[in-house]
């Protein structure tokens, strides 16, 4: 595995959990009591915010120099 790939799938990585974190984050903050959170729905939103930060991560990383 090149240099390039491997700092690609870290920084790729590390947009997806952001963004799986950030996604919880919002789910349960529009809820008044942690009760009412639908674990369900806050898990299958956050696992497909995952899923589209890497995809879009596939459009390119401006923190990865192409010349590693």
């Known amino acids: 595995m090149s240099k390039y790939t ?3 799938l870290a920084a790729a990585a590390v947009r997806a959990v952001r963004t799986v974190a950030q996604t919880a984050a919002a789910a ?3 809820s008044a009591l942690m009760s009412e959170v639908d674990w369900l729905a806050l898990c299958s939103t ?3 915010a995952g899923i589209l930060s890497l995809l879009t991560s596939l459009a390119g990383l401006p923190e990865i120099d192409k010349e590693v």
């Open 28 to 30: 349960i903050g529009v």
């Open 46 to 48: 956050s696992l497909l």
């Open 6 to 8: 491997k700092k690609w």
